[in-house]
């Protein structure tokens, strides 16, 4: 049995790991999840307050963080909305969701103690 | 924001590669207009420091990253709904014709086949199997698996696969799938008057009949004729080229059947 078919037996117990194909597999949707954390915004929004921070981790290759947004917004974890900016033009904007929230709260305790990454 | 034409035209052709995988309408009218926006604020940053109209183009477009890639995400996230999208015509499909089949029927055959009693060389057979028959209205869909067994397998060559507990021998399995529309039924002749003196001589199973749309006749059905052929052809044991001849014609031994079963019914 692979390890994401394994039921989870109660709530305490981590998350599961997402498919192997699955773009949720590694640390890019953690990180635009904290990245939402601080506040909603657009996709180029999300990427200027990374490199702020001094994390290349979309360099090169912004567009990928679409896609990333785009499963965290079908799996709930965040929602989309347009929003007007001060230049007057409108930009769908991202924010997080309660459940993106305890999703997110969960994979923090679980790394935090030593777990795998989720 | 006015763009260079070539920028456009660049700009067009990265989202177009990038959207190939997705198929939803409203999902690619999302998405196109979230990488124009994208760029149009990098392109915007660019200016901002200091970078002429043409580099800050080059340089956002450059920033969007790979096409490709980008789309490889985009399958990985929108690709399964297509499935299950498909998963679902099909059932609606398979629901759609489940009510049709008037009648299932299962039969198992355990009687001598071959129709004259003279079975090649001496050697009678058993035609034994199993058979599931679906009546859509007037189509049918045929599903058989069969086997031959020879009463006295050591007379035949080659050797047929023996049954260790009662020293008997299997040949010409087969398994036969046939879907068969009204259309491609034989016209044979008069309907029969009586269904139950038929299935009584045993001749052709009731099943291969049916009958003309206009009631008065009955057809020999196109599946039984193909079996016939395939168990006639396909037989080894076959030898004698009269027989084969015989049953490899599948509308003459019904005639001939069938004027056996007229002769029949004049004798009683």
Redesign the interface.
Known sequence: MKANDTPRKSRNDPPRLPRRNSPLRGGAPRLVLKLLRGGEGSGFALISRLEQRGCGFFRRQEAAIYPILHYLERKGLVRACRREGEDGRSRRCYRLTAKGKVRLEKSRDFTASGGIET | MKLHYATNLRLRAWIRV?LRPIRLPL?RM??R???S??F???RD?MLDKGLSEREADEEAL??????R??GK??K???RPKIYLIRAAILLLALLYLLPWPTRINRQFYGQIYWMDGTPPESVSFTLQGWKLDYLFKRDRLNLELIWDRPEDGEKLFPPPLMDPQEMMGYESSGLIFTYEPLFWGTYVGPAYPSEELFESTYMIPKSYLRLSPDGTSCMLSESFAHNWYILASNNPNTKDDALRTQYADPLQSFINAREAWINHLNDN
């Open positions: 990038a999902t999302t998405l207009r979230e990488f926006d994208h149009e604020d990098c940053a450059e920033l969007l990253g790979s096409a890639e980008v995400l985009l990985l996230v929108y």
